[in-house]
């Protein structure tokens, strides 16, 4: 392994697959990555093409088929139960809806001390101190502490995905998942939210994991974004560059489907054809073929393989690698 001080996350060759009637749904199949701390990589591409897996698979909250995580240059995969509990302190994730990720019977500071007391940070009957630092992690997430002893019924999309913010935040973690954080809060409170966890990021040095169906979502948080198509990786660039030449096919369709505000601007909307296909028992080739506009005999018959086009700028397309379009 490649030894780079600040990198803290290095995922190779990753794959998650499920065993379904039909087959074997190839979920994630061979991702590769590297993050930095204090960065945020932004994972976007189409609901059901494998972001949520990928993310879990991380944490191990799915076991991986195969692969390596490598988490401050420790090997992930391999740990213990003893050890994984312990990694868990570093490594935490935020679901996109917390209603369904927070107990309904438990308090705000019952799901905030949660986390405290699975690891032995405090011990039960230290309350005041317990609830000393529920009241700090509150502040952090811009939760009034009159909220203490609320259930999540009685607080609104915003407020219940700060608790989910705060109970990632309780073990001081370096890196956080952040499966679609606001996909299901409303476009006002969504802002509120990002801020929030971009001021965090900037205060306590975070390193995130950013998944999103939504692509002025993860231009706003991305240093480095990956696009996903049926469970692999279709292109890896910085944000700017990524948004500014995009290479792949699919990513071209993707960015093209934002609106843009600016009426000066032409849409130069490309249409994808065709409809998903299935992630289950996939072929060799391009899995983008079907919907894709510049799709030849070739892309369905040839193994993908991902390369670095520009400095940073990786793609699988291999009409782009043979420089045809
Ligand atoms: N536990 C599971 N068993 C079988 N298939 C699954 C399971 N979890 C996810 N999948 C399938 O894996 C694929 C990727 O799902 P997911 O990771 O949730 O995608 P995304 O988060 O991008 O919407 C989908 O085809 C989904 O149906
Ligand atoms: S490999 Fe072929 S089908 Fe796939 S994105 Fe490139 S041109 Fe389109
Ligand atoms: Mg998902």
Redesign the pocket.
């Known amino acids: 392994m490649e030894n780079n001080t600040s990198e803290i996350l290095r995922v190779s060759h990753l794959k998650k697959y499920f065993p379904v009637p039909a087959g074997m749904l190839h979920a994630v199949d061979d991702i590769s990555f590297a993050i930095d701390n204090g960065k945020t990589l932004g994972v976007v591409g189409e609901s059901g093409c494998g972001k949520s897996t990928m993310g879990r698979a991380i944490l191990r909250l799915h076991e991986p088929t195969s692969g390596e995580v490598y988490f401050q240059g420790k090997d992930v995969l391999s740990l213990d139960k003893k050890g994984m509990k312990e990694l868990r302190r570093d490594m935490q994730i935020v679901f996109q809806d917390p209603y369904a990720s927070l107990n309904p019977r438990m308090t705000v500071s019952e799901a905030i001390a949660a986390p405290l007391l699975v690891q032995k940070i405090y011990n039960r009957k230290n309350k005041a101190d317990i609830e000393k630092r529920v009241k700090e992690i509150m502040n952090m997430v811009g939760l009034a502490n009159r909220l203490i002893n609320t259930y999540p019924h009685e607080l609104d999309g915003g407020r219940r995905q700060r608790i989910g913010i705060a109970r990632a935040l309780a073990l001081n973690p370096k890196f956080i998942v952040c499966d679609e954080p606001v996909s299901a809060l409303d476009v006002s409170i969504q802002a509120q939210i990002l801020n929030l966890m971009a001021d965090l990021q900037e205060d306590l040095g975070l390193t995130y994991l950013f998944i999103t169906h939504d692509l002025s979502v993860v231009k706003y948080v991305s240093d480095d974004i990956l696009v996903m198509y049926l469970g692999q990786m279709?292109e890896k660039a910085p944000s700017d560059k990524l948004f500014k030449k995009p290479m792949?096919?699919?990513t071209q369709a993707l960015l093209s489907a934002i609106p843009i505000p600016d009426p000066d601007l032409p849409m130069n909307r490309i249409t994808m054809k065709g409809e998903l296909s299935s992630p289950i028992n996939p072929g060799i080739?391009?899995?983008?073929?079907?919907?894709?506009?510049?799709?030849?005999d070739?892309?369905?018959q040839?193994e993908?393989v991902l390369t670095e086009e520009e400095p940073g700028h990786f793609v699988?397309?291999?009409?782009?690698?043979r420089g045809?379009?």
């Open positions: 279709v792949h096919p699919y080739g391009c899995r983008f073929a079907k919907r894709c506009p510049y799709a030849a070739s892309c369905s040839q993908m699988t397309c291999q009409r782009v690698q045809e379009i």
